[in-house]
């Protein structure tokens, strides 16, 4: 029983984990109907702009994370106008070929700079700390924090979606981008400032990525599949279906791992597998669609 | 001076042309109607006035300054809004957030809020939290016309706002363009109800495959001209 507890617990929190993956991506499909296949490098690159940060600017980890905020933004502004923009049309193929080799680049250059060494952001420590829940229970600091950031993520993005006149104008050019455009809405910096977010996200999940485990130039790529998966279980452009879609990927992980240590990823795939046979649209797919 | 002055416009589909030479002119406060059967080329030449569709810059002169040709967005600020074909509201947003988003490049200086469109049209504000969609075919094109007037435009556009819509409704949908003109806000009205265009408006050109074959007051026109300007026989 214990054990069967333990098991959904560390799973929903790492199910956080991934919802912080899915959520930059979700909102980027959500308003420009992209595709982001270097979403996953992308976060990879985060890690290791924090790791700079603190190794070559000798900056304390918190310092650089938070530093890396506006960082991302402004690299997600740029590489939408400079890179993603010129290829968004109607044909979806081109702006799906540009981030497969935008992919490719990041980690070649992730590789040049730092080498296929593992790396690590060191918190001093609070990355060891647990918290007892009695009953021969416990559930890491890291994780618990994981969590929390991911709700916080999600609450704050929905707010800017559906309490603010920018979050009105996102999901007004999601619907129609030429009738927006009709009513003075600058498709193309509204885009910008929506990558800007989306890779700010992606900075928050690098720094708890990053913490818990080692990460090395070539795992994005999975990154992006674990977010993916979460996306597509919890339903198309909700972002606390994503939520939802991560926490059932955790769930299933953890408990494929229990059973046997190889079965994690295995054990994952199949029940977004099951899921994708059972509700093709997601667990909480949007009305409006 | 003219507010709007349109010369010698073409329009393009890819290699398909749609406009041929298309011109007319428009002063503040003056009230257009732009008639002409399916397929004449109506939409194309308010989209081609709104950006949607290029243009040569100095075929569409708008307040003195060439316009043709900039993106949607910017001529929307120089106060030309439009009433989309259709409608065309957006699904995720509520009645009240449609017109919101009306005002989101422009707020102008003017007497349009949403507490005045809320007293121009009623029953908006009663459903003002629905989704923009969930609403009668006349009450969308309500908010259409509502969100279009939150920019407080010079000049409003709108793209056949009777379509599909019964007599009752289309009257009080009509019933409104006074309360507009009063602002002296001017108005094309594309149309394909003769009639009603006529009743409202100053002045009417008629476009046939693309061509301006009619141009005058209401008036002055005999329903021979108009016939042929019409259909062309
Ligand atoms: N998106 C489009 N692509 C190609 N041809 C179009 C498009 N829209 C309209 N047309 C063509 O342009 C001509 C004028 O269309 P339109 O301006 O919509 O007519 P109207 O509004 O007067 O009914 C028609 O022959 C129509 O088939
Ligand atoms: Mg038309």
Redo the contacts between chains.
Sequence with gaps: MTTLVDIVLQGVLLGGLYALFAAGLSLIFGVMRLVNLAHGDLIVLAAFLMLALTRVLGLPLPVAALLCLPLMFAIGYALQRLVLDPVLGKDILPPLLTTFGLSIIIQNGLLEGFSADSQRLSGGGVETLSLPLGGGLAIGLMPLLTFLAAILVIVALNRLFYAT?LG??F??V???P??????????RRLFAVAMGLALSVCAVAAFFLGMRSNFDPTIGPARLLFAFEAVIIGGLGSLWGTLAGGVVLGVAQTAGAALNPEWQLLAGHLVFLAILVARPRGLFPRA?D | MALLEISALDAFYGDFQALFGASLRLDTGEALAVIGSNGAGKSTLLKALTGLLPARADAIRFDGAAIGGLPASEIMKRGIAMVPEGRRLFPSLSVEENLLIGGWGRTGTGHWSLESLYRLFPVLKERRHSPGTALSGGQQQMVAIGRALMSNPALLLCDEISLGLAPVVVRDIYGALPAIRAEGTAVVLVEQDIVQALAVCDRVICLQEGRVTLEGEPADLTRDAIQRAYFGR
């Design positions: 006149a009105r104008a999901r007004a999601s619907d129609d030429e009738i927006a455009r009709l009513m003075g809405i600058d498709n409006t």
